[in-house]
């Protein structure tokens, strides 16, 4: 068992880093207050912002928006290893790359997709031209998303949608939904799903946005009125939705932002070193200290599993089981490093970005905040957990 990255794999890790440095506007790190894990705070969620915009492109020429997909996909052809190495490196910087289409989209119809679907598809996705929201939930379909009732029927080529998506992150900056209807409302729940994607501009799309927590437009409520879709926008076979979620969803539950972890946690400590409480620093308080050591030591835990995950996909593994437990951990993380944070700046901490006392620029208050959608989205703790129950351990569902 060898721990170290190879020769080419640091060399690459070089590389990201010397083009971040270089592309990146100096400040971008030091102002977003993303936070490690949430939905909430990316800042590419409010605006279509000009700046993240050109950075995509830059990366996209590169082929490093997909860098493991093949190169006639335009991708980079590059291992997943080097594909976590590169995210990473961007979370660590808090820049922004991949999205649903990058990351879920892509990847699915890569497996399941028809050819022809491919080559239309994947390198649009690959140039950075066309993003993909999620819409999956629905009022009265969460954790049990089987039940939903968005319904899909035939008229010629087409299908007409109608029904309504809710939590629909970043929809009103997307060019598509990554949706599933039902096509077969006489099967049982899963065998009548149907896979996907609709064009946000076609008449009867409506989008309302959802302010959330932190005060952000980052989410949406989305209705659908009789909105005409071509059936060949149908990800692999009809009625076979639900088996194509599932994947798809394990790939959503591998993208960590691994990197936003460390440096978050670096801010923290740094703070503590710095400030000054009864004339000695924070960091001599055994209360933080040990608060700090604890939070360390699960972020080399979370590294583990990230790197394990890609490990695997490089050797032809699926990682389903692991998918959940490095969701699990790394989304408890994010509460856990928002709640070692709140502790080590006091009442500090409780201050909003826009006062001038707050310290790292409100991301501690904003990131309380926010971490609490980390366990909700992509499938709640409590179904990650059923899930390593039931698939890994094999014990009955609960
Ligand atoms: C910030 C944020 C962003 C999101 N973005 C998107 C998006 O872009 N697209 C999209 O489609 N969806 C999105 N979601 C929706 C998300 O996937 C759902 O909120 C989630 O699946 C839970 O569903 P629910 O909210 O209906 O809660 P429910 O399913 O009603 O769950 C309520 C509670 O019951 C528990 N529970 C439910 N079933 C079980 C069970 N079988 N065993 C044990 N406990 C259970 C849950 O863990 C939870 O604590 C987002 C959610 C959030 C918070």
Redesign the pocket.
Known sequence: MDFRFSEKEEAFRREVEDFIKKELPADWTEKNIYWPGG??TLAEFEVVNPQIERFRRGLAEKGWLTISWPKEYGGAGRTNIEQAIFHERISYYRAPAGEVATEIGGPTIMLFGSEEMRREWLPRIAKGETRF?????EPNA???LASLQTRAVDDGDDLIINGQ?T???AAHVSHYAWMVVRTDPTAPPHKGITLLIVDNNSPGVTIRPLI?ICGFHS?NEVFFDNVRVPKKNIVGERNKGWYYLMVALDFERLVIPMGGFRRTFEEITQYAKETKHNGQPLSHEPLIRNKLAEIAIQIEVAYMFFWQTAWMLDKGLVPNIEASVLKLVTTELSQKLANAGMQVMGHYGQLERNSKWSPLRGRVSAGYLDCI?AL?????S??QR?IIAMRGLGLPR?
């Open positions: 939905y909430g929201w999620l819409a999956y939930s969460g954790s049990d998506k939590w629909s992150t959330n989410f959608s909700v989205g992509a499938g709640t409590e179904i059923n609960g």
